[in-house]
């Protein structure tokens, strides 16, 4: 199963660019890794998600390397309305295997 | 568009009471998930569904906890005897299935348990 580790908590100014990398060194073949937003008292919502190389979307990009060890989340041109928690999700669903990561919770001052 | 859609949005129950929680899945979605997220905002698989029949069951504790996902019924998640332990949010997940819905899971918006 995979382990699935994220930086507890990231700080950063409005307008900047933010990346978070979710570390999962044992992802199986046929794992996706899924992106999640949760604000307080919310559920987790969609951002992204890849199985490798890049992804793009109209919110967030999706690195992942060739070795799939390891992925990053990048939020660009970041808003006080992004401060949140995000959480790194790795797993196939078919596969009886989705596993969450802690979540990092991104500050984003003025 | 279609959301999850979880019931009640908050629940109390004294120790030793019963909690049900229910789940009204995308039509559709062929899977469920039951997640547990406590105070240290980590997520807890639970059990989850492919259709009414139990796919993996692994995370349950299975001697107060019970979960169904019936036909053209909400899916239930069941807690027998509350323990302080069990206060957190119980998320529901959706994932439709098919090769158009990548591998993505919908959740919820979460029923919040206190045990007092």
């Known amino acids: 199963l995979a382990k699935i580790t994220q930086p507890i908590s990231m700080d950063s100014y409005e307008g900047q660019e933010v990346n978070i990398t979710c570390s999962h060194n044992n992802i199986a073949t046929n794992d996706y890794i899924t992106w999640y937003q949760q604000f307080p008292s919310q559920g987790p919502r969609f951002i992204i998600q890849?199985?490798?190389t890049k992804v793009t979307n109209e919110v967030a990009s999706l690195f992942i390397p060739a070795d799939r060890k390891s992925s990053t989340l990048s939020l660009p041109r970041v808003s006080l309305s992004d401060t949140a928690v995000y959480y790194c999700?790795?797993?196939?669903?078919?596969?009886?295997?989705?596993?969450f990561g802690a979540g990092t919770r991104l500050t984003v001052k003025p | 568009g279609e959301e999850v859609a979880q019931t009640p949005k908050h629940l109390v129950r004294g120790e030793g009471q019963k909690a049900k929680l229910y789940c009204a899945p995308i039509?559709?979605?062929?899977?469920v998930f039951w997640y547990q997220q406590v105070l240290k905002n980590e997520f807890k698989f639970l059990i989850s569904f492919q259709n009414e029949n139990v796919f993996d069951e692994t995370g349950m504790p299975k001697e107060r906890f019970s979960a169904k996902c019936l036909p053209n019924s909400p899916c239930s998640l069941e807690i027998q005897a509350t323990k302080l332990e069990d206060s957190a949010v119980y998320f529901c997940?959706?994932?439709?299935?098919?090769?158009?819905?990548?591998?993505?899971?919908?959740f919820g918006e979460g029923s919040w348990l206190t045990v007092v």
């Open positions: 890849g199985y490798k």
């Open positions: 997940a959706n994932y439709f299935g098919g090769p158009l819905s990548g591998n993505t899971i919908y």
């Open positions: 999700l790795v797993g196939g669903v078919e596969n009886n295997d989705m596993r």
């Open positions: 039509k559709g979605h062929s899977y």
